[in-house]
C-alpha cells in the first residue's frame, strides 16, 4: 500500500455564498429577531423594509436564475398578497421587450409580449451539437443511453420542470402548421396523441434553438419534414425564421378544443414549459413538450356600442392540469414491455406467470416543481389616426380568470400604453384525475415508427404459435385512456372586470378561485383604447 492510499482527498474549495441584493437587511433582521419570530415573517419584514426603487433596481440586476426562482422565498400564504401590494413601478418592465418581425399582413408583436429571460444552457451557446450531446448522439431504444424519448435540456432527470436544477422555459412568436399528431406511443399518452404545432420564435429566445431545429442537420444534410415544412410555412407568411423554429406538443385532451382552435398560423403566442430534446429522433431537435402555460392574443372588433373605441387585443390563456410521466418501474415503456413479455413467456409447468401485457403510465397532478413566474405585458393593436383630431385616450380592460388555490394573478398598468399580467404558479394540492378507461393496443398497430420494439421483444414469430404464451400476446398490450379535463366552472361569470379603466383596478377584481377544476389558471383578457367623453357645461362660457 502506497503512503498516499491513507492520505483523505483534499477538499475542493468552497465559494462565499454570495450576500444578495437583500443580504445585508435579512441578515440585520435575522439578529434582530425575538426568540421565536418565525423565518416566514423574517423573510417578510425583509421584503417589505426595501423600498420600491430599490426593490426594482434589485431585480432589474438579477440573473435568470433568481428571477426565476423569485417567488420560492417568498411563504406560500404571502405570495398573493406581496404581488397585490407591490407598485405598480416595481411591476412594470425596467424597458420593453425589443421589437419582433410580424408575419405579413399580421398583427404586431407589441400585442403580446414577455420580459421572461431563460436560464442560459452553456453548452447551447457555444457548441452546435449540443442537442445530440444530450444523450451521446443516441435516440431512445433497447439499449440507449438516454432514460425517456423526450429528456429535460437543463437536467435529464428531471421530468417536470419549475425546479431549480430543471428551470422553465418560456418565449414569445408567431405559431405555425398546427395539428394531431399520427404517431405517438399510446403507453406515454394517456390522454390521446398529441396537439403539436411549432413557434417561430421572436429573436430573443431563438437561444431555445437546436442547430437542427431549421429543418436539416448540419454536417449531414439530413432532412426532417416536419420540421422543414414548419420553416417552409414561416417561410410563406413572411417570417424569416434565420434559425428555425420550435416544436411545441402537449396531449390533445389537455388543451380544450376552443383553445386548440385558436392556434393557426400566424397566431402571436407566448408558451411557458419544460425544455427538451427530442431523443426519439435522430436530429435532436429541441422542443418546448409539454407547455405548462400557454396564451394567445388576437385582434378583435371594438366592443360593441362603444362610441371612440379602438379595435381589442383579445388573450386567451390556458395551463397544463397534469403531466403525463415517461417512467415505468422498470425504466421507460420499452424496458416495462420487455418485462411484461418476459411475465407472459415465462411459464410453470406450463402456466403464464402472468396472462396479460399491461402499460399503465403514471400522471402527476401537480404539473410542475417551484412557483413559476410568468409576466406577460399587452397592447391593443396599433392604431393610426390621419389627420383626425384625436380625443384624450384611456386604457381600457375586461378580463376573468379562473385559477385553483396556491396560483397568484395580478393585471396591472405596465406604463406606455400596456396592460400587464403577472401569473405565479405557486404550491397546489393534487388536483383529481378525470375517468380513466381501458384501451387495448395490438401490437401490429404499432406500425414501423416501433417496429424495432417487436424486433427486440422477438414475439413475431410466437404470435403465430398455438401456445398459451402466443394466445396471451395477442390479446394485446392493455394500457390507459382517460377523459378530457374540463376547464370549465361556476365561478367562470362571477366577479367579471367589467370594461374599466387599466388604473380602476381594485385588487381581487376579475378572479375567481375554484379547486373543483384541475387547471392551474385559465381566463381570457381584452384591452382596447377608448376615448374619453367630453361632458360640455352650456354654462361655460369657457367652451
Known amino acids: 500500500m502506497s503512503p498516499d492510499e491513507n ?16 443580504g445585508a437587511i435579512f441578515l440585520q433582521n435575522l439578529k434582530a429577531a425575538p426568540a421565536g419570530t418565525s423565518d416566514d415573517a423574517i423573510t417578510m419584514q425583509t421584503l417589505r423594509s426595501v423600498p420600491p426603487d430599490q426593490l426594482k433596481d434589485a431585480l432589474a440586476k438579477s440573473t435568470p436564475e433568481e428571477r426565476s426562482q423569485l417567488f420560492n422565498a417568498i411563504p406560500a400564504d404571502q405570495i398573493r398578497s406581496a404581488l397585490g401590494t407591490l407598485p405598480a413601478s416595481v411591476l412594470a418592465p425596467a424597458q420593453p421587450p425589443p421589437p419582433a418581425p410580424a408575419p405579413t399582413g399580421g398583427p404586431s408583436a407589441s400585442i ?7 436560464v442560459p444552457y452553456a453548452p447551447a451557446e457555444n457548441d452546435p451539437n449540443w442537442a445530440e450531446k444530450i444523450s451521446n448522439g443516441s435516440t431512445i431504444g433497447i439499449t440507449s443511453p438516454p432514460p425517456w424519448e423526450w429528456v429535460s435540456v437543463y437536467d435529464a432527470r428531471f421530468e417536470k420542470e419549475g425546479s431549480l436544477n430543471n428551470p422553465m422555459v418560456g418565449l414569445t412568436g408567431w405559431v405555425v402548421d398546427p395539428s394531431i399528431s399520427g404517431a405517438d406511443v399510446w403507453f406515454v399518452h394517456p390522454f390521446d396523441k398529441d396537439f403539436e404545432f411549432y413557434i417561430v420564435p421572436d ?11 431549421t429543418g436539416v442537420t448540419p454536417g449531414t444534410g439530413k432532412v426532417d419534414k416536419d420540421y422543414n415544412d414548419a420553416n417552409t410555412t414561416a417561410h410563406n407568411i413572411g417570417l424569416a425564421a434565420p434559425k428555425g423554429v420550435i416544436g411545441v406538443e402537449t396531449d390533445q385532451r389537455l388543451v380544450p378544443p376552443p383553445f386548440q382552435n385558436l ?72 424496458d416495462h414491455l420487455l418485462a411484461e413479455v418476459a411475465k407472459v413467456e415465462t411459464t410453470i409447468l406450463g402456466i403464464p406467470l402472468s396472462f396479460r401485457v399491461e402499460a399503465h403510465p403514471a400522471v ?36 376573468h380568470f379562473t385559477h385553483r388555490s396556491g396560483v397568484a394573478v395580478q393585471v396591472f398598468d405596465a406604463g406606455n400604453g400596456t396592460v400587464g399580467l403577472i401569473v405565479v404558479l405557486g404550491d397546489l394540492n393534487p388536483a383529481q384525475l378525470p375517468p380513466k378507461h381501458d384501451l387495448t393496443v395490438q401490437w401490429s398497430e404499432l406500425g414501423d415508427k416501433y417496429s424495432y420494439v417487436i ?51 381594485k385588487q381581487g377584481a376579475g378572479l375567481s378561485e375554484d379547486d373543483t377544476q384541475p387547471f392551474p389558471i385559465y381566463g381570457w383578457l381584452n384591452v382596447w383604447w377608448q376615448e374619453e367623453q367630453i361632458v360640455v357645461n352650456p354654462n361655460d362660457p369657457s367652451v
Open 7 to 22: 492520505t483523505p482527498p483534499a477538499e475542493a474549495p468552497r465559494s462565499k455564498p454570495s450576500q444578495g441584493a437583500f
Open 112 to 118: 403580446l409580449q414577455t420580459t421572461y429571460q431563460n
Open 203 to 213: 429573436p430573443q429566445y431563438e437561444s431555445l434553438l437546436a442547430a437542427s431545429n
Open 263 to 334: 392556434i393557426s398560423n400566424g397566431t402571436r403566442i407566448a408558451a411557458f414549459g419544460r425544455w427538451i430534446v427530442d431523443c426519439g429522433h435522430d436530429d435532436f431537435h429541441a422542443e418546448v413538450h409539454p407547455p405548462l402555460l400557454m396564451a394567445v392574443a388576437t385582434p378583435a372588433p371594438p366592443p360593441a356600442g362603444v362610441p371612440g373605441a379602438s379595435e381589442m387585443t383579445s388573450v386567451q390563456i390556458m395551463s397544463r392540469p397534469y403531466t403525463v410521466s415517461q417512467q415505468f418501474a422498470e425504466g421507460n415503456f420499452i
Open 364 to 399: 402527476f397532478t401537480t404539473p410542475y416543481d417551484g412557483r413559476p413566474y410568468i409576466k406577460l405585458l399587452v397592447q391593443p393593436p396599433p392604431r393610426t389616426h390621419v389627420g383626425v383630431i384625436v380625443r384624450p385616450q384611456r386604457l381600457m380592460v375586461s378580463f
Open 455 to 505: 424486433d427486440a421483444l422477438q414475439i413475431a414469430d410466437i404470435l403465430t404459435l398455438d401456445i398459451g404464451p402466443a394466445v396471451i400476446l395477442n390479446r394485446g398490450i392493455l394500457t390507459d385512456i382517460y377523459d378530457a379535463p374540463r376547464a370549465s366552472s361556476p365561478l367562470d361569470n362571477q366577479n367579471v372586470a367589467a370594461p374599466i379603466g387599466i388604473d380602476q383596478i
